[in-house]
């Protein structure tokens, strides 16, 4: 026994105190990763919705909608409205005059770019036609044009319920 403590004691030091170890070959490789970020813009709005209009007043009725985009970044976002379901005589796209209807009664209505406005918001110029395009900063910051209706005073309309539906294209 103590001769197999001596020798094993004489190979520890001949291996200057290290045991053996198993070596193994290594290898290496390298892979790409990739991503396509796609341009997209995901658009919700809300509605203008007037209220009780009185016909017989002297002010006009305002109300406010939105139309909100959230863009991939950097994107310059803009909307245009069109005419609406029912456009009225002398319609264009650029200046719509649009109109809510109830069977065959029709009451005029306005989407301004601006609060107090008197640009028609159209499908036309940026800036003109449609309000200032905006730059999408990030796409968890939604970005929110609003839609500034108006009524005017004095339509000489009968009682009833007048809609109509207007589209919002949104361009980036």
């Known amino acids: 026994m103590f001769l197999k403590k001596t020798l094993l004691a004489t190979a ?13 070959a ?3 490789t390298n892979f790409n990763v990739t991503a396509t970020v796609i341009n997209n813009c995901i658009i919700s709005s809300t509605n203008i919705a007037f209220g ?3 016909p017989t007043a002297t002010t006009a009725v305002t109300a406010q909608g939105a139309v ?3 863009c991939t970044l950097g994107d310059v976002v803009s909307v245009g409205l069109n005419q609406g379901l029912t456009p009225g005589t002398g319609s264009t796209a650029a200046v719509p005059v649009r109109q809510m209807i109830n069977g065959a009664n029709n009451l ?3 989407i301004f770019t601006a609060s107090g406005g008197t640009t ?6 940026v800036g003109t036609n449609e309000p200032v395009a905006q ?3 990030s796409v968890l910051v939604p970005l929110t044009f609003i839609t500034y209706g ?7 309309v009968p009682a009833g319920s007048y809609s109509d539906t207007v589209i919002a294209t949104v361009t980036y």
Do not use: I, R
Not at 12 to 24: E, P, Q, R, V
Not at 120 to 125: D, L, N, R, S
Not at 150 to 156: I, V
């Open 12 to 24: 520890l030091l001949a291996f200057g105190g290290y045991a053996l170890t198993a070596s193994a």
């Open 68 to 70: 909100s985009a959230k």
């Open 120 to 125: 028609e918001w159209g499908v036309g110029t």
């Open 26 to 28: 290594t290898q290496v």
């Open 150 to 156: 108006s009524l005017p005073a004095g339509t000489n």
């Open 108 to 110: 005029p209505y306005h």
């Open 52 to 54: 009780n209009y009185d």
């Open 135 to 137: 730059t999408s900063t």
